[in-house]
């Protein structure tokens, strides 16, 4: 559908009637040649705000794309979660290449209990904001906090919610719309929406959660040039 060696459009449709972890599983091998992967352009300014770190964590990691920028910024170890173990298998794959020296860790786990304290310089999370529920918000934003050390950061990338009545506002809200659906009348669920984690409003969300606030604007080139990078550090 996106490029002669991604998922068709049959297959997307058969993933987005999965449950989320099992849809993301059947695209595993297919989802580095779909738009859903960041990309570089927005990769890599979001991790040059970094600088060199002991550690980092990617939460809902995917095919690791953004481990493999992480890892040349750090000099222990560098941890990616994500539930989908096909995902992850992916991953595993194409970071045996990655450059630096820093250990990779891929660890299958829910983003919303994250298994980790008091452990990491950093946590990221990328394309995956829609995936978490509004009343799962607090939940999320606390297992970062926990997974922080004191002046950690949570490193990420949103924008601003779209003007009422532009394309991107209509396409997202129609979007959603039918997401709502389906997850009303097909079980398992597939927990997909966009407009989630929007500047400003995550940074009462990450104030709640003890985080100090920081954004920068214009990193990323076009067509990205809306994209926010946001840097909240654990007090
Ligand atoms: C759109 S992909 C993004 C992957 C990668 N971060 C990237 O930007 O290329 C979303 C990822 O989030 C993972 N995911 C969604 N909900 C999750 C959860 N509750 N716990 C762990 N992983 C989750 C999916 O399995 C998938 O790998």
């Known amino acids: ?32 040649h779909t738009p859903f992967r960041t990309p570089g352009e927005v990769l890599g ?3 040059g705000v970094i600088g060199e770190v002991r550690s980092a964590l990617d939460v809902c990691c995917g095919t690791g794309a953004a481990m493999r920028v992480l890892r040349p910024h750090c000099t222990e170890r560098v941890v990616g979660i994500d539930f989908s173990q096909g995902m992850l298998d992916e991953a595993r794959r194409r970071l045996a ?4 020296d820093a250990r990779v860790e891929l660890v299958r786990g829910d983003a919303l209990e994250l298994p980790f304290d008091d452990e990491f310089d950093i946590v990221t ?10 009343e799962d918000e607090d939940r999320f934003v606390a297992g970062i906090a926990r997974a922080l050390v ?25 979007f959603n719309a039918v997401m709502r659906v389906r997850n009303a009348v097909l079980s398992p669920q597939f927990i997909m929406y966009y407009l989630t984690f929007l500047w400003p409003d ?7 959660h003890g985080f100090d606030v920081a954004v920068k604007r214009g990193l990323c080139p ?3 040039g809306r994209a926010i990078v946001v840097i909240a550090t654990k007090r």
């Open 45 to 47: 300014p979001m991790v």
């Open 222 to 224: 076009a067509p990205y």
């Open 125 to 134: 999370s990328v394309g995956a904001f829609g995936h978490v529920l509004p």
């Open 202 to 208: 995550v940074h009462a969300l990450l104030e709640r």
């Open 1 to 32: 559908m996106f490029h002669p060696d991604g998922p068709t459009f049959l297959e997307l449709m058969k993933q987005a009637l999965a449950s989320t972890e099992r849809g993301y599983d059947m695209i595993a091998p297919k989802f580095d």
């Open 150 to 174: 004191t002046g950690g950061r949570f490193v990420f990338v949103t924008a601003e919610a779209p003007t009422v009545g532009s394309r991107g506002w209509w396409m997202s809200h129609g």
């Open 97 to 100: 290449d990655a450059p630096g």
